[in-house]
């Protein structure tokens, strides 16, 4: 497994770059190059470089899609002049917002207002880290990779508040709040939810989970655990349901009203890394992974890099599915939202986790089988 | 022949070129000799102006004219987002502007509504005295670079209200204009047409 | 027709004070009367004969004097009624309708500061359309407009 | 705590300022700021002939302008002692009906997007283009038409206008049943928009509240029906009404009225089709469209002996009744013009409707009242 995972490969370059610059050094210092702790050390870098340049890369792809795909239910093109197609809208605007002026509000303080956006950036970007996209595409079996994830996904609420609090501005403030009570309201459900996923797989590893969806995905005997799952995280992802903290006709833009250049780019990009989680863990969690039925011919999933491919279109159908639903639902009030998640949420989640147990109890999960595979 | 040794640079108020300017005025001093070497750590807060000078100046001498400036040009002229706000008529027409048939997305044209986050304030509409000095404060709430366009006749000179006693004759009176659009309203075309000229004189700026 | 009533009843009411109906075209009329008696006259216009609804108020400057007018509106006649009353040009006052009809709280405001007529015992009687501390009263006569004097063109300091 | 919502900010449709007093999410108290766009249109009014004033009109309320032309000139007629002949009467309330179902369409635009609805803000403006297209076609411009006169309209209609016309309205009338099902067929709609904002029938009188508004809460008030004006009294169709006196019911109302609106329309279009006729009446006096020179005092002495006369009108416009009071003392200039907007009195009421609810509940009441800035500070 490790020669195979992206980790792996990153060693090997490494590797080979090292040792081929100390084939051509004297003595001392072909040793000291080659040296498995330095070895070790770049590989990380260059691990995290890949996956820095993966993530970024998907990201600006996945904000493009929304756009266009926006533009095409509200019967327009959605961004078509920079690029072909709009391709790189989101690149001109990445750079448009890193050339801005940084600047500070006079009354904002200072350490909050500069590390909030910064945290919640980073927090999102560790999670690609964790995240398996594929069966070469890990840093490693880690055991518990499925609570690391969310672990990290929930730190969120916290930085929007100190970011909200520290821009001391009344809309900011009102949007920080209510973004803290509706992360914590639909946190619990989603762990629940999650809970019925690994009570039926058996793992806390998200490659198990994965692996044991080699047969039948889970979205068929686990549907309530997944509508509840994308609720949640629809919550979490404060799409448009749920995107209150960021109202735009009440709460000028929420949270980030007084962010502009970087931080405000950080922001956004930060969204869209969470929307990117979102669907991820949507597709790793139901969705079989990067695995696909048995049905499907051979010419079309062991092409090289086939996991990845369907990963991602996977991965983009879904997000599309929560694109379709804002451009289609309006939005709910504070309150509302809170008593759906605690009344209602919760009840449901429990239900899925019962029913979960159920399930594995008296062993009829084949029976819900959504993609039957006889011949593996 | 060696080059003769730069003066000090100045510790406190002034600047560089204030020194060569007085070494030219002034008799040269005789100046003590300095050591090869100086043992000295180098502060972070000394360090960071130098080094921006440093490879300012370089940028400033290969890339910028070729390849920064462009760029960032590239992408400042083709994601302007304009303040999201409607003073008057034209502001129907502003909003028509990001309806289905005109689509001013396609120019990665997007409303903001907060002014932190705007490069571009569209005034669509009428200025009346009553709102001129929230409309300065909105100004001086966007970030640099940020540009301004008139939008109508009510913005560009008054309008038909230009004899009233509350209207402002014209926002170029309050805030630096840089494209002005004719017409009340201006159609959302003209609309887009004024922003693309924008686009054309961003796409000439040098900074 | 209706506008007997209705000149019968408010001159029962507000005796000398009621200076005449005049017929005004598709209204039941426009109603004259003296300023002191306003409270009486609108309380009975609304109670008594049944104009519920005040739709406008405004004042006309006629440089000797100055008239403020209502316009009125009953759901059980289907009519409008005008009232309309002269002022002094010199310290115009007239009491508020406001008690009356609550409608009239912004229309007053707005009377008040455009052609400076006082309403007595307003609730909230400051400026609603002009900036606060404007000083004079636009739609006087008095009040010229002109072509704006030149200002300075901001330049871009970059 | 008190929050400024305005004059930029999403929510408020225009310039003006609602100063919210706020514990928590709820309101406390409220005070609207308004004369942010006060334009001094009545004083310069006073300084224009008689058919200048109408270019102002357009601009009083930016997405009701045939309404509000339609509103002076009424007036202005009435002053003048002028009658127009009654295929402009028939126009007149063609552009007029048009003009409702372009500013409902507006309003829905504006209303379905501060419930965080994104789609259907596209919608309304695309339909609503189309309205637009065809008042291009006979007047040349999209919002400002300047089209009617004193005395009649400015010309006819363009052949072939009326089967362009009818398409329209067929197409808009598929229209308003997908708006519904994009509406009403939503829970999160109705649970948003349900009982919010209620002003009571008895408040809305109280208040001067009118239009949609206070025929939402089960008045039947329309003055096309109960003042009949230009060609409304050889029309068929009903007043809106509905129930609730809540946000969706100002959406049933609105929505109806367009419906009706449609019906209207093809009564008009009918009529129009077979009776040619003259616009504009004739022997009107020559100066009522003179170019425009800025006058000093002395000019508003009686030049002319011409009759003097007060107008009023009153019309019901797509936010409201709106009227007019234009004095005429025998001069080319108005002498006084007084105008009453719906929205004024509608927003004078914000306290009534706006305290006890949410700040999330801010943009949709104020949606449902249809805010048009422009006709509030003139």
Redesign the interface.
């Known amino acids: 497994m490790s020669s195979l995972s992206l980790y792996g490969v990153s060693f090997d370059l490494v590797h080979l770059l090292l040792t081929s610059i100390g084939s051509v050094l004297p003595y001392p210092l072909d040793a000291w190059i080659t040296n498995g702790t330095l070895v070790l050390v770049l590989s990380v870098l260059v691990f995290a470089a890949i996956l820095l340049a993966a993530s970024m890369i998907n990201t600006i792809v996945l904000i493009w899609w929304e756009?266009k795909l926006?533009?095409r239910?509200?019967?327009?093109?959605?961004?078509?002049?920079?690029g072909y197609a709009?391709l790189?809208?989101n690149?001109?605007?990445?750079?448009?917002l890193?050339?801005?002026?940084?600047?500070k509000p006079a009354e904002a303080d200072t350490l909050g207002f500069f590390s909030g956006p910064t945290a919640y950036m980073v927090t999102s970007m560790i999670l690609f880290g964790v995240l398996p996209i594929s069966t070469g595409w890990n840093s490693g079996s880690l055991p518990l990779s499925l609570l690391l994830a969310l672990a990290i996904f929930s730190f969120a609420p916290l930085f929007i508040f100190v970011s909200a609090w520290s821009s001391n501005n009344?809309?900011s403030l009102?949007g920080g709040m209510r973004s803290a009570a509706q992360m914590i309201a639909y946190e619990v459900p989603l762990l629940l939810a999650v809970v019925a996923v690994v009570i039926v797989s058996g793992s806390f590893d998200l490659t198990t989970i994965v692996t044991e969806q080699q047969n039948y995905w889970f979205w068929g005997p686990l549907f309530l655990a997944l509508v509840v799952f994308v609720a949640g995280m629809l919550a979490e992802m404060e799409r448009?349901?749920f995107?209150?903290p960021e109202?735009?006709?009440?709460?000028?833009?929420g949270w980030?009203?007084?962010?502009?250049?970087m931080l405000?780019a950080f922001f956004m990009l930060a969204d869209y890394l969470r929307g990117l989680v979102g669907s991820f863990l949507v597709v790793l969690l139901f969705l079989g992974g990067w695995t696909m039925p048995s049905w499907v011919p051979g010419a079309l999933t062991n092409f090289p890099l086939a996991g990845i491919f369907w990963f991602l279109v996977k991965t983009y159908l879904v997000f599309g599915l929560f694109v379709w639903i804002?451009?289609?639902?309006?939005?709910?009030?504070?309150?509302?939202l809170l008593r759906v998640g605690w009344n209602r949420m919760i009840p449901l989640s429990l239900a899925a986790v019962f029913l979960a147990a159920a399930l594995v109890t008296v062993k009829c999960l084949p029976v819900f089988g959504c993609l039957p595979s006889p011949g593996v | 022949m060696s080059a003769p040794p730069a003066p000090p640079m100045p510790r406190t108020a002034g600047s560089a070129a204030e020194a060569y300017r007085l070494e030219g005025e002034l008799p040269m001093v005789e100046q003590p000799a300095v050591p090869f070497v100086e043992i000295e750590t180098v502060r972070a807060r000394e360090f960071i102006p130098a080094a921006k000078e440093a490879f300012g100046a370089l940028i400033a001498e290969q890339g910028q004219a070729k390849l920064i400036r462009p760029t960032f040009n590239w992408a400042g002229r083709n994601s302007l987002f304009p303040l999201h706000w409607g003073l008057a008529c034209c502001a129907i027409e502003f909003a028509s502007a990001f309806s289905a048939r005109w689509d001013s997305e396609r120019f990665g044209i997007v409303p903001r509504s907060s002014p932190r986050q705007c490069d571009l304030m569209i005034v669509n509409g009428t200025v009346t005295w009553k709102v001129a000095h929230k409309l300065i404060t909105l100004y001086e709430q966007m970030p640099e670079p940020k540009w301004v366009i008139a939008m109508g006749n009510c913005a560009t000179g008054g309008g038909p209200f230009r004899t009233a006693y509350s209207v402002v004759p014209g926002v170029d009176k309050l805030v630096p204009v840089d494209v002005y659009i004719a017409g009340c309203p201006p159609r959302p075309e003209a609309m887009i047409d004024g922003i693309l000229r924008l686009e054309e004189l961003i796409r000439e700026r040098r900074e | 027709m209706q506008s007997d009533d209705v000149a019968r009843t408010v001159a029962a009411q507000i005796g000398e004070r009621f200076l005449g109906l005049e017929p005004f075209p598709r209204t039941a009329g426009r109603l004259r009367f003296r300023s002191e008696a306003a409270l009486p006259l609108f309380h009975t216009v609304k109670e008594q004969l049944g104009f519920h609804h005040l739709s406008m108020v405004g004042g006309i400057d006629w440089v000797t004097h100055r008239e403020v007018f209502y316009v009125v509106w009953s759901d059980d006649r289907r009519q409008y009624l005008l009232l309309s009353a002269d002022l002094p040009a010199a310290a115009p006052h007239i009491e508020s309708a406001a008690s009356v009809w609550p409608a009239a709280n912004w229309h007053e405001r707005e009377t008040w500061e455009l052609v400076d007529i006082q309403f007595d015992h307003h609730p909230d009687l400051r400026h609603l359309l002009l900036p606060d501390g404007y000083e004079a009263h636009p739609l006087l006569r008095s009040f010229q407009l002109h072509e704006p004097e030149e200002l300075e063109v901001k330049q871009r300091s970059v | 705590m008190w929050i400024n919502m305005g004059p930029q900010h999403p929510m408020t449709h225009g310039l003006w300022n609602l100063r919210v007093k706020i514990d928590g999410e709820l309101i406390t108290d409220c005070d609207p700021e308004m004369g942010y766009l006060h334009r001094g249109i009545e004083k310069i009014s006073e300084d224009r002939h008689y058919n200048e004033v109408i270019t102002l009109m357009d601009r009083t309320c930016y997405v009701a302008g045939f309404a509000w032309e339609h509103l002076y000139v009424l007036a202005a007629e009435e002053a003048l002692h002028i009658q127009p002949p009654e295929r402009a009467e028939y126009l007149r309330t063609l552009c007029e009906e048009f003009q409702r179902i372009g500013s409902h369409l507006m309003w829905y635009a504006a209303f379905v997007q501060d419930i965080g609805l994104m789609s259907p803000f596209l919608y309304g403006m695309r339909d609503r283009d189309l309205v637009l297209d065809l008042f291009q076609s006979y007047t040349g411009a999209r919002m400002t038409y300047e089209y009617m006169r004193v005395g009649g309209v400015r010309n006819d209609l363009p052949p072939g206008f009326t089967g362009h016309a009818r398409k329209v309205l067929d197409w808009l009338s598929d229209r308003f049943v997908e708006y519904d099902r994009l509406c009403l067929g939503s829970d999160i709609f109705r649970k948003r928009c349900d009982g919010l904002g209620v002003l009571s029938a008895a408040d809305c009188v109280a208040t001067g509240v009118t239009g949609p508004m206070l025929r939402s809460a089960g008045v039947k008030r329309d003055v096309r029906r109960d003042r009949p004006y230009a060609a409304y009294p050889q029309l068929d169709f009903d007043v809106a009404v509905a129930d609730g006196a809540d946000v969706t019911a100002r959406y049933l109302v609105r929505m109806e009225e367009m419906r009706q609106s449609v019906r209207l329309l093809r009564q008009v279009l009918d009529w129009l089709d077979h009776h040619p006729g003259p616009v504009l009446a004739d022997r009107l006096p020559r100066w009522l469209g003179a170019p425009y020179a800025p006058v000093g005092k002395e000019e508003y002495v009686l030049k002319r002996n011409y009759p003097k006369g007060v107008g009023f009108s009153s019309i019901e416009e797509p936010h409201g009744e709106a009227q007019a009071y234009v004095v005429n003392e025998g001069s080319e200039h108005p002498y006084r013009v007084k105008f009453r907007s719906p929205v004024f009195a509608n927003l004078s009421a914000t306290r009534h409707y706006l305290v006890g609810y949410r700040v999330a509940d801010i943009p949709p009441i104020m949606g449902s009242v249809d805010i048009c800035v422009g006709e509030v500070d003139r």
């Open positions: 756009r926006l533009g239910f509200m019967d327009r093109r959605g961004a078509m002049h920079v709009g790189l809208q690149f001109a605007d990445g750079l448009k890193f050339r801005k002026h940084t600047f009344k809309y009102m448009i349901p995107d209150l109202a735009e006709a009440e709460l000028v833009e980030n009203t007084e962010y502009g250049g405000f804002r451009a289609s639902l309006p939005r709910v009030r504070t309150d509302q």
